[in-house]
T-cell receptor, first 113, second 116 residues
């Protein structure tokens, strides 16, 4: 799986959009971009994933650049409960294949009141 | 869907003791994974089960570690002769077997092990 690079930490004011960048310059054509987050003392929680197109769900939006070498996770209106470590992961998806996911150290997002 | 359940949430043990953790995956999830997470690091893959078969083990899983999933439902992770370096959060995750869709990992809240 391709390697990802994320800033170690970011701050965001409550109510503002949080934009978390991820660089995955060695991504290959069949690798998906996944985002998980981990709130203190909990297990990682899936947020969103995408291949080429931008994606949106009830939690967040994922913007993937046209060359797919980077992406941005957007939390449109950050709340204090969004304070967590956010992990960007790229991985190949095989039909029927299992998920041996490699996590990096992620970005620690601090939402400030 | 009651989520992935792990027990205990916390375990403190003395060096040299054996410990066992339990994971109950989401019902009907055929695939089960164990990860380990040390302070300040992301989770690291330890091992993977498909039903009762253990199909992959990481090099991180030394001979003192053993995982089982005897009936293809819950799983246990045992650490024998614990060492201080085993202190970590042990996370369990599960996914369905259906390969027609992309299934994200569903994680439990982990067992935090402290070896004194």
């Amino acid at each position: 799986d391709a390697k990802t690079t994320q800033p170690p930490s970011m701050d965001c004011a409550e109510g503002r959009a949080a934009n978390l960048p991820c660089n995955h310059s060695t991504i290959s054509g069949n690798e998906y971009v996944y985002w998980y987050r981990q709130i203190h003392s909990q297990g990682p929680q899936y947020i969103i994933h995408g291949l080429k197109n931008n994606e949106t769900n009830e939690m967040a939006s994922l913007i993937i650049t046209e060359d797919r070498k980077s992406s941005t996770l957007i939390l449109p209106h950050a709340t204090l409960r969004d304070t967590a470590v956010y992990y960007c992961i790229v991985r190949v998806e095989f039909g029927g294949g299992y998920q041996k996911v490699t996590f990096g150290t992620g970005t620690k997002l601090q939402v400030i009141p | 869907d009651t989520g992935v359940s792990q027990d205990p949430r916390h375990k403190i043990t003395k060096r040299g003791q054996n410990v066992t953790f339990r994971c109950d995956p989401i019902s009907e999830h055929n695939r089960l994974y164990w990860y380990r997470q040390t302070l300040g690091q992301g989770p690291e893959f330890l091992t993977y089960f498909q039903n009762e078969a253990q199909l992959e083990k990481s090099r991180l899983l030394s001979d003192r570690f053993s995982a089982e999933r005897p009936k293809g439902s819950f799983s246990t992770l045992e650490i024998q002769r614990t060492e201080q370096g085993d202190s970590a959060m042990y996370l369990c995750a599960s996914t369905p077997l259906d390969g027609a869709r992309i299934w994200p990992l569903h994680f439990g809240n982990g067992t935090r092990l402290t070896v004194t």
